[in-house]
């Protein structure tokens, strides 16, 4: 069992920059690929970022690119996701989202089995 806490959502104004943290339980952090997924207003929840369990490789959305970068430090059990040059779309729920050592579609939502309650980002324009 993984539980998982985020924490810096808040509302920002377009072209600004936020840093998303997940908090995970567990000592076995180190054997899940982590992942963030967001679900705007009357969308469907999507991929945005994921990395995988050590770290050699990491996903994004094309959306995303050039904008958006995941990180993760094993000592505190913690992944990130900085936001830079948001724009008012990325307005949208933020979740964290873990995945067992053994599944490789990261950008696939099935693939997760643990998720945290989300964080709220707001852009304004």
């Known amino acids: 069992q993984v539980q998982l806490v985020e924490s810096g959502g808040g509302l920002v104004q377009a072209g600004g920059s936020l840093r998303l943290s997940c908090a995970a339980s567990?000592?076995?952090?180190?054997?899940?690929?982590m992942g963030w997924f967001r679900q705007a207003p009357g969308k469907e929840r999507e991929f945005v970022a994921a990395?995988?369990?050590?770290?050699?490789?990491?996903y994004y959305a094309d959306f995303v690119k050039g904008r958006f970068t995941i990180s993760r430090e094993y000592g505190k059990n913690t992944v990130y996701l900085q936001m830079n040059s948001l724009k008012p779309e990325d307005t949208a729920v933020y979740y964290c989202?873990?995945?067992?050592?053994?599944?490789?579609?990261?950008?696939?939502?099935?693939?997760?089995?643990?998720w945290g309650q989300g964080t709220q980002v707001t852009v304004s324009s």
């Open positions: 990395i995988g369990w050590s770290s050699d490789s990491t």
């Open positions: 567990g000592r076995t952090f180190s054997t899940y690929s």
């Open positions: 989202t873990a995945a067992p050592v053994n599944r490789r579609r990261l950008k696939v939502e099935s693939e997760f089995d643990y």
